[in-house]
């Protein structure tokens, strides 16, 4: 059965039209006059999904990305990597079902595949825990990233995820470190790291994996620190204005690439990529050869510092740029000369309070 969003009401009931009249015909067909009712009114569909999609607010992405029938990790994977092999366990505690990990065939090159994976349906979700990963999900992906360094094999990562799972085990295990390591891991490997993605990109749970030479969304997922709900909490205390938190919080893919925290982003099929998977996966499939393509020419340290220089970078048209009196390329402010001189006026007030001064002083002895 398929699942319709607040704002798809109208092609929800367009739909049903169409199933009402393709449903009392059997094997005998159906006749002319339906047949071009059917195309007409698939047409009318067509025609609406393009005018809803082509207009959606960052609050509708939003849902999109969390749709229920939307493509998941496991089904990307199955789609374009040959001869996966699922890898489990951390070494340390256990294994965490909320992320699939292993090796597999991409356009006959070995690859190391990582999925955030929410589930299909409630069950799956449950044993999934609905994509929130817990420490010993990130240790194993350590594990992982670090096997595949050592062998110079490329890390691919499908990003879907709300965020880290905030749970008391999950924070005695040591939640925080873990996301820490996985973030200094993926920034520290010597092999292409390539990231998609695919849903919700939700907080440290989904930069843990995404620090990656290439960040790829896909048209209708977000990226954010925080959702829209729990922003709206925090700043008006009201759950019921997430679509000003939205649009406030710059998490489309559209805003993300002006920003340049991301690199690329990839179009959906008309309605989202839940109404056409096997098309989305093949656009996934060409951006993903293609982005580790572009990196066969690169030394082990052309890729480290390629990483490294993409994620300094960020900001800094929006008032950072790099300073020549740090080592490694740290940032400072660029400032403009009115901040400049306010700034100066602020560290030497007491010089300008006595130039102040006597230049009163002296104004009144002039004039009296």
């Not at 071009?36 to 207009?55: A, H």
């Not at 499908?158 to 470190?177: C, H, K, N, V």
């Not at 690439?257 to 179009?267: G, N, P, Q, T, Y």
Request: contains cysteine; charged residues 25%; aromatic residues 8%.
């Amino acid at each position: 059965m398929k699942n319709y969003l607040e704002f798809e009401k109208e092609i929800k009931a367009l739909e049903q039209e169409v199933d009402n009249l393709k449903s009392p015909f059997g094997s005998e067909g159906i006749s002319e006059v339906d047949t071009q009712k059917i195309k007409n009114t698939q047409n009318e569909i067509n025609e609406k999904l393009k005018e809803i999609y082509n207009n959606l607010n960052s609050w509708q992405r939003t849902q999109v990305a969390r749709h229920e029938d939307r493509p998941k990790a496991n089904f990307y994977i199955k789609k374009i990597f040959s001869q996966f092999t699922l890898l489990s366990g951390d070494r340390y505690y256990g294994d965490d079902k909320s992320v699939t990990a292993g090796f597999g065939l991409i356009d006959e090159k070995s690859v190391l595949v990582i999925g955030q994976e929410k589930g299909e349906d409630l069950n799956s979700r449950i044993e999934r825990n609905f994509g929130m990963m817990r420490p010993e999900g990130y240790r194993k992906c350590i594990r992982l990233m670090k096997l595949a360094d050592r062998f110079q094999i490329p890390v691919v990562t499908f990003i879907d995820t709300p965020g880290a799972y905030p749970g008391l085990g999950a924070e005695q295990r040591g939640q925080a470190s873990a996301i820490a390591n996985s973030i200094e891991c993926c920034m520290s490997l010597t092999v292409p790291n390539i990231s998609i993605i695919i849903g919700e990109g939700g907080s440290g749970g989904a930069i843990a994996l995404a620090s990656s030479n290439k960040v790829i969304m896909l048209e209708n997922s977000i990226y954010s620190v925080i959702s829209p709900e729990g922003c709206a909490s925090i700043l008006w205390r009201d759950p019921s204005k997430s679509l000003q938190a939205a649009d406030a919080m710059k998490l489309t893919a559209k805003d993300l690439l002006k920003l340049k925290v991301i690199d690329e982003v990839i179009s959906e099929p008309l309605g989202g990529a839940h109404r056409d998977p096997d098309s989305i996966s093949v656009d996934i499939k060409n951006s993903i050869i293609k982005n580790l393509k572009s990196f066969e020419n690169f030394s082990k340290e052309e890729i480290y510092d390629h990483r490294k220089a993409k994620f300094l970078q960020i900001g800094r048209d929006q008032g950072f740029s790099k300073s020549s009196n740090l080592d490694g390329g740290g940032l400072s402010y660029n400032e403009s000369l009115t901040q400049k001189l306010i700034s100066n006026i602020v560290k030497n007030k007491l010089l300008y309070g006595g130039l102040a001064l006597l230049a009163t002083t002296s104004l009144i002895v002039l004039l009296f």
